[in-house]
C-alpha cells in the first residue's frame, strides 16, 4: 500500500518537473517571430528617419548654404519649425584628400553658422548627417547636388572626381565601372552590401577639360568614411566599404605651356586682291576671323595669333564657312560716269568705278593643319600640343556672290515740270516695279527703290540668270501742279502716272552699258547675265494729264 502510494507521489513531482520546463521553453519559441518583426519595424523606422530628414533638408528646414569666403562657413536657416539634424562630420577638400573639420558632432535646432578652416576657402564640402545622409556641396551653393540615401541594409558609396589645377579644384565627369555595374558618369550613387569591391575609371590616365583648355592626368583615388583603399595609384583598384563613403578620383592638370601661333590660310583678310589682268581690284572689308578656342572667342588677323597653350589637348574652331565682303573696283568700264542718279554706294574716281560692297566671297573649311610634329592634328578641330609651333586653319573658295543695285528714274516730258508737288517726284522715288524671274526656277522679285532716293541691294550668285519679264506702271497719289512751257497757268492733278521708257544695266565687266525695251523684241535685251555687280536703272516718264482736278488736262 505505501508503495503504491509513494509511486504515485513521484509521478506527480515529475508531471509537476516536466511542465515547469516545457512551460518557459514554448513560450520562448513562440517569442522569437516577434523578435524578428521587432528588428524589421526597426529597420523600417530607421529607413523613414533617413528619408525623412532628407525631405526637410531639400524643402529648406534648414536651407544649407556653403559661403566660401576667405572665412569660409555654412549657414543653416530655418524658415519654419526647426527639424533637429545632427551632422556627425563636415569634410572639406585639401586639394588631394578629404579632411575632417570637426571634432564633435552638432545638433542644429536654430539659425547657425558653423564656421570651417580658412583651408576649406574655395574647395568643395561634405556634410554627413547622424542618419547616414550625404549632403556634397560645391563653393557658394545650396544642398541641391547630391543626397545620399537608399535601401535598408544597402551601404551608400559616392563616386566624384576633382582636377587639381594650381590651387583651384575643378569638379570633373569621369567614366566608371564599380564591380558589375555598368559603366555610368560621374557623380555617382552606389547601394551596395558591406564587403570588397573593384572600381576602374574608364576614361585612362589622360582627360581633357575643353572649357578650360586643360589637360589632366590622373594621380590617385582618395576615400573618406567607413572603409579603405587598396593601391590608390592605379586606375583599377579595389577598395572594402564597412558604411558610406565617398571615393574620388584626383587629377592633376598640366600646365606646361608652349608658344602656339593660330593663323588661317586662303583667306584674304584685310588684303586686296586683283583680277581680270589687272582691270578688277578687290579690297576686303574683313580684317579678322572669329575662332573659338577652347570654348573662348578670339579674333584672328592676317598675322594669326599667339597664344601660351598648356601641354594636352585642345578645341580650335574655325567657322565651317566664312564670308568676305569686298569693295569691287574696276578700270574697265567708262559708261559708269554716265550713272548721275546713282550715288550710294558708288565711287568714281581716278578713271575708276568702285562698287562698296559689290563683291562676298564664301569660303569653306577644309582642314587644321601645323607645321611641326610636336603638334598634333588628331581631326578638323582637336589638336594636341605637345611644343610650340603653328596651327592653320585652311579654306578654299566656295562661292560668289555679286550685288545688284536697283534704282527707279522718274522724269517729265520735255518742256514739262511740276511747279509745286505734295511728294517726291523726279529721279529716284519709291516702287519696286520692275519684275525679273530666275531661269531654271520659278523665283519672281521685284527690284526698284524701297523708299525714296535709297536704291535696293541684293546678292546674286555668280553665273545666276535674271530675265525682266515685267515692268510696271506706277501710280502716284498727292497734289500737283503741273506746267507748260509757254503757260504761266498750271493744272492741278490729286495723281501721276508713269509709264516705262527702258531700263540700262550696266555691267562693269563690258565697256558699255546695254538696254532694255519693254516693247522691243526681248532676246538678249530682257536677260542680265551675273558675272560682275549690275547697276540697274529703270528708267519711266510721267503721263501728267492723269486724274486731273480742274482745269485743263494738259
Known amino acids: ?43 523600417t523606422g530607421y529607413q523613414q528617419l533617413q528619408k525623412n530628414e532628407e525631405n526637410q533638408v531639400f524643402r529648406g528646414n534648414p536651407n544649407i548654404y556653403y559661403n ?74 545650396s ?27 575643378i569638379p570633373v565627369s569621369i567614366q566608371v565601372v ?15 552590401n558591406p564587403g570588397t569591391y573593384s572600381i576602374s575609371d574608364k576614361n585612362g590616365s589622360i582627360i581633357f577639360l575643353q572649357g578650360y583648355g586643360l589637360t589632366a592626368i590622373f594621380q590617385n583615388w582618395t576615400i573618406v568614411g567607413n572603409g579603405n583603399l587598396n593601391s590608390p595609384s592605379k586606375l583599377s583598384t579595389t577598395f572594402t566599404v564597412t558604411g558610406p563613403l565617398v571615393l574620388t578620383a584626383i587629377y592633376k592638370a598640366q600646365l606646361q605651356e608652349f608658344t602656339v601661333v593660330i593663323n588661317s590660310s586662303n583667306l584674304p583678310l584685310g588684303s586686296s586682291i586683283n583680277q581680270n589682268n589687272n582691270q578688277v581690284t578687290l579690297t576686303s572689308l574683313n580684317n579678322t576671323i572669329p575662332v573659338l578656342i577652347d570654348n573662348k572667342q578670339y579674333n584672328i588677323g592676317s598675322t594669326g595669333l599667339q597664344l601660351q597653350l598648356t601641354y594636352g589637348y585642345h578645341i580650335i574652331q574655325f567657322p565651317s564657312y566664312y564670308n568676305i565682303t569686298f569693295n569691287y573696283t574696276s578700270t574697265k568700264y567708262q559708261g559708269a560716269y554716265n550713272v548721275m542718279p546713282i550715288k550710294n554706294g558708288i565711287l568714281l574716281k581716278n578713271g575708276k568705278v568702285t562698287i562698296q560692297g559689290g563683291q562676298i566671297n564664301c569660303y569653306q573649311f577644309t582642314s587644321l593643319s601645323t607645321n611641326t610634329s610636336k603638334i598634333n592634328i588628331i581631326n578638323s578641330y582637336t ?19 555679286y550685288l545688284v543695285i536697283a534704282e527707279n528714274y522718274f522724269y517729265f516730258p520735255q518742256g514739262i515740270w511740276a511747279s509745286y508737288n505734295s511728294t517726291p517726284v523726279n529721279i529716284s522715288i519709291e516702287g519696286q516695279l520692275l519684275q525679273v524671274q530666275v531661269l531654271g526656277t520659278n523665283q519672281v522679285i521685284n527690284l526698284g527703290n524701297i523708299k525714296n532716293y535709297v536704291p535696293q541691294k541684293i546678292y546674286f550668285k555668280s553665273g545666276t540668270e535674271l530675265e525682266i519679264i515685267l515692268d510696271n ?3 502716284l497719289s498727292g497734289n500737283f501742279e503741273i506746267v507748260k512751257v509757254g503757260n504761266n497757268i498750271g493744272t492741278n492733278y490729286i495723281g501721276l502716272r508713269s509709264y516705262p521708257q527702258n531700263v540700262t544695266i550696266y555691267n562693269l565687266t563690258y565697256t558699255n552699258g546695254y538696254t532694255y525695251y519693254p516693247t522691243s523684241q526681248r532676246g538678249n535685251y530682257g536677260i542680265m547675265y551675273i558675272n560682275s555687280p549690275l547697276i540697274l536703272i529703270n528708267y519711266e516718264k510721267w503721263e501728267y494729264g492723269a486724274i486731273p482736278n480742274g482745269g485743263n488736262n494738259g
Open 178 to 192: 564599380l564591380g558589375a555595374n555598368p559603366s555610368l558618369f560621374t557623380p555617382q550613387v552606389y547601394y551596395l
Open 143 to 169: 544642398v541641391t547636388t547630391v543626397t545620399i540615401s537608399g535601401p535598408a541594409g544597402k551601404v551608400p558609396v559616392y563616386v566624384t572626381a576633382f582636377v587639381i589645377n594650381g590651387s583651384k579644384v
Open 383 to 401: 589638336v594636341f600640343v605637345n611644343g610650340s609651333g603653328k596651327i592653320i586653319g585652311n579654306y578654299q573658295l566656295d562661292q560668289t556672290y
Open 1 to 43: 500500500m505505501r508503495k503504491a502510494l509513494s509511486s504515485a507521489i513521484f509521478l506527480i513531482i515529475m508531471l509537476i518537473v516536466l511542465l515547469s520546463v516545457l512551460i518557459p521553453a514554448l513560450l520562448i519559441f513562440n517569442s522569437t517571430p516577434i523578435y524578428s518583426s521587432q528588428g524589421q519595424i526597426a529597420g
Open 68 to 141: 566660401s569666403s576667405l572665412m569660409p562657413y555654412i549657414e543653416f536657416l530655418y524658415n519654419s519649425i526647426p527639424y533637429p539634424l545632427n551632422i556627425t562630420q563636415i569634410y572639406y577638400f585639401n586639394g588631394s584628400t578629404w579632411v575632417p573639420a570637426l571634432k564633435n558632432s552638432i545638433l542644429l535646432a536654430e539659425n547657425q553658422n558653423i564656421y570651417l578652416p580658412r583651408a576649406a576657402f574655395n574647395q568643395p564640402i561634405l556634410i554627413v548627417s547622424s542618419q547616414a545622409n550625404f549632403y556634397f556641396l560645391n563653393p557658394n551653393t
Open 473 to 475: 506702271l506706277q501710280n
